[in-house]
């Protein structure tokens, strides 16, 4: 099994995947520490007495950091004060379906932060989570959604404003890989669903979203590579991406940037993110961090930690708190992206768009 520590996700590669190298030191120094650490661990028991803590791992998807950053903090505290536990939560962030192959191969994940049903719902098909997981926690296990929003440069010299205005020659856009990133799958999405939304066919669709992806300067893995990509690279006119994101990437960018909330069929419209969360159930079961991981989600209802969402640009799903966070969060149309197909479903949007030989592959292949 892979066993991260607090530092491995930084030995990653840029496909989020653990080097050889990485997984050869991390065991040579566990193996030479190890002798050491149970005597010293015994030791401080004998000492200082038994004091009970848990160890979680958070597998999240890439352009959260900031939020889990300050939301583990809060949690670690109100856990401590709570429950007398001190809790420790690690995380290793990368693009969402990378992450969801790599928890589906051995990493030991506790919970899931990932960015959409699919790459959380493969962990089931692997065994590890229960079928309903998405029905255990409140509002569908959902404690923030969001959308994909424009980035543009300051002033906006291309005068992008609306989903039509990327299908012009002249404009080109920013959006990660979605073989491999969420914030990828939901810029396709919501280009494919610009189209249908306000009354376009299947190939009108197809054809505009085509366009798109004729026009981008490459595709990386992952939302933060993105915006790179964009932002210090300075690489394409629009960078599509998620909604907390840009307001990050203009909050530091001393005023070169702008967000835009992209318009189609006269109204601001786009597509409805939805980053589910859930415990591994089978993984927290054998590691005995259930209880302290359920505990964690559950925080992430709590008031404190939706003023934390809010404070970092996720729209929160507590209404009180939405509603006080209501200027910071413009009102759009947005669409579910399981409206897309006739079914309604999750499996139904994954084989028509992203299965291997679906409509991404076929219309990316057709850039080469």
């Given at each position: ?13 840029a496909n989020g995947k653990l080097s050889e ?242 318009i189609a069929g006269g109204r601001t419209l ?99």
């Amino acid at each position: 099994m892979i066993r991260p520590t607090d530092s491995i996700h930084y030995f990653r590669d840029a496909n989020g995947k653990l080097s050889e190298d990485a997984v050869a030191v991390w065991t040579k120094l566990l193996l030479a520490a190890g002798g050491a650490y149970l005597v010293a661990a015994a030791a401080w028991v004998v000492s200082s007495g038994f004091h009970e803590s848990t160890d979680l791992l958070n597998v999240a998807c890439d352009p959260t950091r900031e939020l889990w950053a300050e939301m583990n903090t809060a949690f670690v505290r109100d856990y401590a004060e709570t429950k007398g536990v001190t809790a420790h939560v690690r995380m290793s962030h990368g693009g969402s379906a990378s992450q969801a192959q790599l928890v589906t191969k051995g990493l030991e994940a506790d919970v899931l932060t990932l960015a959409m049903f699919p790459d959380t719902d493969l962990v089931r098909k692997a065994g590890l989570l229960d079928a309903g997981w998405e029905q255990k926690l409140p509002n569908r296990s959902l404690p923030y959604v969001s959308t994909i929003v424009f980035v543009v440069r300051r002033g906006n010299p291309k005068g992008v404003h609306g989903w039509a205005d990327l299908g012009r020659p002249d404009v080109s856009a920013v959006t990660p890989d979605p073989r491999t990133s969420g914030n990828g799958k939901w810029s396709f999405l919501a280009l494919w669903g610009s189209v249908v939304w306000t009354g376009g066919t299947t190939e009108q669709a197809r054809e505009f979203t085509r366009g798109v992806y004729t026009r981008t300067p490459g595709l990386d893995s992952a939302a933060r590579a993105a915006t790179l990509t964009f932002v210090k690279a300075r690489r394409g006119d629009v960078h599509l991406t998620w909604e907390n994101e840009a307001r990050l990437e203009v909050e530091e960018s001393g005023g070169d940037l702008e967000v835009v909330y992209p318009i189609a069929g006269g109204r601001t419209l786009s597509v409805l993110a939805e980053p589910h969360v859930t415990v591994v159930e089978r993984t927290a079961d054998r590691r005995g961090t259930r209880e302290t991981a359920e505990a964690y989600l559950r925080f992430l209802y709590t008031e404190p930690a939706q003023e934390i969402i809010a404070k970092h640009h996720h729209r929160p799903t507590d209404p009180r708190v939405a509603a006080r966070y209501r200027d910071r969060f413009p009102d759009m149309n947005m669409r579910p992206a399981t409206s897309l197909v006739p079914s309604g479903t999750w499996d139904e949007v994954h084989t028509t768009y992203f299965a291997p030989g679906a409509e991404f592959d076929r219309m990316y292949a057709g850039k080469k």
